[in-house]
């Protein structure tokens, strides 16, 4: 298809496929299939040139842009996803800190990756990116130097990552989807409530949300965040009157599958090293019966 006026490459493909979900035209962007004037293209703020022609390559013709799978060095005390030599992408548990607070936890998912990176090498050492909430699984990423922690940290300040999270929340919204845009406070006790945006010291927080599954007691929700704010995703839907599991702080009632039921599905981003796109995943390890 020609597109006479500039436009967004993800625009682009959404006038091609307007049909499709948000998600799965990243993904065509991620396998290398959205090709302008004949050529592979990325990312998904490509201003395509007035003029240009945007075509969809088939799976089978496109250039896989994701690094392969390397052999993974099993470890008792973390689930690896994917490592080479700049990054380390692992399945976060629920229940584990990501990283130590100031009460200087000795047990955190950050800790258990410097153990095992210096069991090869003492002068290793994992850069924290980003985190998620102790009660959260799901891909978290570490960098393995100082300068690509920093290139992938800009890369989460640009809101340029793309961060899939899946919720099993109580009952079932009115809607089957929407946006949550709310201004958060996290007061000295580290809770946190939504807010007038007028308010001192408030965030802004930007859910989009859709139901993916959903029964006579539960609903499993797909999210994508603009933003990362602490608590974001619980509290917007909370607010939405459909509490996740097991997040009795957020009114829940009760928490029948032990844990609550929030996890980090997938994260899409520029490799570090290479530019190249990456999307890393983690099965979803709850649901509606």
Request: glycine share 6%; proline share 6%.
């Amino acid at each position: 298809m020609k597109f006479e006026k500039e436009i967004e490459l993800i625009e682009a493909l959404s006038a091609l496929f307007p049909k499709s979900k948000r998600n799965t035209l990243r993904k065509m962007l991620t396998e290398g299939r959205a090709l302008v004037d004949g050529k592979v293209v990325h990312k998904a703020k490509y201003i395509v040139p007035a003029g240009s022609s945007v075509t969809i390559a088939d799976r089978e013709q496109a250039a896989i842009s994701s690094p392969p799978p390397q052999p993974k060095r099993p470890h008792p005390r973390i689930k690896i996803l994917f490592e080479d030599s700049d990054i380390l992408v692992v399945n976060k548990q629920a229940g584990l800190l990501s990283v130590a607070t100031d009460k200087m936890e000795p047990d955190t998912l950050h800790s258990r990756v410097i153990d095992y990176l210096q069991f090869d090498d003492e002068r290793a050492w994992a850069f924290i990116v980003h985190r998620l909430d102790r009660e959260t699984s799901g891909v978290m990423i570490f960098a393995k130097n100082k300068w690509h922690k920093e290139y992938l940290q800009e890369q989460f300040a640009d809101r340029s990552v793309h961060r899939v999270y899946h919720a099993l929340v109580q009952g079932k919204p009115e809607e089957n989807g929407g946006t949550i845009h709310e201004w958060l406070l996290e007061d000295k006790f580290l809770r946190v409530k939504s807010v007038n945006k007028r308010t001192p010291n408030a965030r802004e927080a930007i859910t989009h949300w859709s139901i993916e599954d959903s029964d006579d007691i539960a609903s499993l929700i797909m999210l994508t965040i603009e933003t990362g704010r602490r608590h974001q995703i619980r509290v917007g839907l909370a607010n939405l009157g459909n509490p996740v599991v097991g997040d009795e702080q957020h009114g829940a009632e009760g928490n029948p599958i032990g844990r609550i039921a929030l996890h980090a599905t997938a994260l899409e981003l520029l490799h570090p090293a290479t530019d190249d796109p990456v999307r890393f995943e983690a099965t979803i390890p709850f649901g509606p019966e």
